[in-house]
């Protein structure tokens, strides 16, 4: 039987990118050479137990006893790894994820994708974690790496980009401002599932965050109501309601246009709620009278921006729980992001 007596790889032979190599011979004469070229580490496990890491250099191999008068041979496996940084490496949501619009209340369906770089840092756990795959003369690329971890990015990047939106309440009209830092909290929540592999993530990117093309366009109108006002925007989602239950079904029950119809008279009874203020006696006072803001606990005419009743102290004003925007007390929605007061 022939015993190998040199060791090398020179990588795939059509130059293309390879991660993990594994030797395809598993017996050595002792005094074999072992060379590993630079941007290369050789791990050899001569048992479960027993390992080696050989860095960049030619190595000789001996085993730990030897026979008089015979070339004693060793088994073993060879690995070899490819330790050099990779940067251009692609990931991307396969499939849409929805997420409501936290300034516009919309469910979008919700695109992401970008590019990372990884490395090698620990040959030996990483190849200790995958040694059950890789059979003998056979290359692992890196597709099999982005494969082995798609589920698991998609899964964190969906996370931490719902919770980033939620905390800083932002329309995906506004994400790309966001990019580099949603690029960085997202590299730190995935690094850590990435080093138990022994592998080292680099300069995630962010490339983009989108919605689906009509859900985008859907956004810019619903922005350019809310500019005219929360009485228009309550009113036109009325109507856009009642047109999708239309669409939907032709035998839309009425139980479901009833619901349309109720946030149409809200919106109706908001608009004409906003030109009156409700006294306690149950009279009303037009606001269209006078200047100034009548307060609906005395009636008493206060000048603009007055945050209390001059006459009784009544608080004048509501604080949106959603975007802190200061609004009328009479207001019944936001006039800044539509939420209900």
């Excluded at 594994?22 to 590993?36: A, N």
């Excluded at 036109?236 to 029950?253: D, F, G, P, V």
Aim: proline letters at 2%.
């Amino acid at each position: 039987m022939a015993y190998i007596t040199t060791i090398r790889y020179d990588g795939t032979l059509n130059g293309e990118p390879w991660l993990i190599y594994k030797y395809p011979d598993e017996q050595f004469l002792s005094g074999t050479r072992l060379v590993v070229k630079q941007g290369q580490e050789a791990i050899i496990f001569k048992s479960r137990k027993n390992s080696e890491v050989y860095q960049s250099g030619t190595h000789v191999l001996y085993t730990n006893h030897t026979l008089d008068g015979i070339d004693e041979t060793f088994s073993a496996e060879i690995y070899y790894v490819n330790i050099t940084s990779k940067l251009d490496m692609n990931w991307g949501t396969q499939t849409p994820f929805q997420l409501e619009d936290p300034k516009y209340g919309l469910i979008l369906s919700i695109r992401s994708y970008g590019k990372y770089g990884l490395r090698i840092q620990n040959s030996k756990m990483f190849v200790s974690e995958l040694t059950g795959t890789v059979y003998q003369g056979a290359t692992i690329d890196y597709m099999m790496i982005a494969s082995y971890f798609s589920a698991f990015l998609t899964t964190r990047i969906k996370t931490v980009i719902s919770k980033f939106m939620i905390q800083k309440q932002i329309s995906f009209l506004e994400v790309t401002a966001f990019l580099d830092e949603l690029s960085d909290q997202c590299q730190a929540v995935i690094s850590d599932e990435f080093e138990r592999f022994g592998v080292e993530i680099q300069n995630f990117n962010i490339v983009s965050i989108t919605p689906l093309k009509e859900e985008y366009e859907q956004l810019q109108r619903n922005k350019q109501e809310m500019a005219l006002g929360s009485s228009f925007y309550t009113k036109n989602r009325s109507y856009q309601i009642l047109e999708k239950i239309a669409e939907q079904s032709e035998h839309a029950s009425f139980e479901d246009a009833g619901k349309g119809l109720r946030i149409l008279q809200s919106g109706n009874a908001e608009s004409n709620d906003s030109a009156n203020v409700n006294l306690k006696d149950g009279s009303q006072k037009n606001r269209s009278c006078a200047n100034g803001n009548f307060c609906p606990d005395c009636g008493s005419q206060n000048m603009q921006g007055m945050k209390y009743c001059g006459n009784c102290g009544h608080l004048l004003t509501k604080t949106c729980s959603r975007c802190n925007t200061v609004c009328g007390s009479g207001q019944k929605f936001c006039s800044n992001c539509g939420g209900q007061l």
